[in-house]
């Protein structure tokens, strides 16, 4: 039991600043957003896109990413477990810019790619951001775990 609570406490304990705030800010209302988003319009940013890029099962997919964007989005606004949620909201960048970005880079070029790109990329290093420094003093993760 106590390996579980020290893993815990490193999972939580995150600075005592600010400067995780405007991050965790921009990031979870953008996954919220786009989560939301893709059970409002399933046909354009929900299963339509995922059918488009190509994805088998796209409707499990959809549905899956958009319940991970809502979960973890709210997790990062409310910076609960903000560590932990960075992980899934990474692991979806990364597979949007390999399934979206590459074949851009492939067929049009690398200025066309980076101008796709740029969201996908600063998305990217906030997460990087979060995951390193946690997310500190106005949050529900500080709260938990005061040391």
């Given at each position: 039991m106590n390996s579980i609570n020290h893993f815990f406490e490193k999972l939580v304990?995150?600075?005592?600043?600010?400067?995780?705030?405007?991050p965790r800010i921009i990031v979870g209302l953008v996954f919220l957003s786009?989560?939301?988003?893709k059970f409002l319009l399933p046909e354009i940013v929900g299963v339509g896109r995922f059918t488009k890029i190509g994805?088998?099962?796209?409707?499990?997919?959809?549905y899956f990413v958009a319940s991970f964007e809502v979960v973890c989005g709210i997790l990062l606004l409310t910076g609960l477990?903000?560590?932990?949620?960075a992980i899934p909201l990474l692991t979806i960048m990364a597979t949007a810019l390999i399934s979206t970005?590459?074949?851009i880079l492939l067929?049009?070029?690398?200025?066309?790619?980076?101008?796709?790109?740029?969201?996908?990329?600063?998305m990217a290093m906030l997460l990087i951001f979060l995951l390193i420094n946690g997310a500190g003093k106005w949050s529900?993760?500080?709260?938990l775990y005061s040391s």
């Open positions: 304990k995150t600075t005592d600043d600010n400067r995780s705030l405007i786009e989560g939301i988003q994805f088998e099962n796209p409707e499990f997919w959809a477990l903000t560590r932990l949620a970005k590459i074949p067929n049009e070029g690398f200025w066309f790619m980076a101008h796709a790109a740029r969201t996908d990329f600063a529900a993760d500080k709260l």
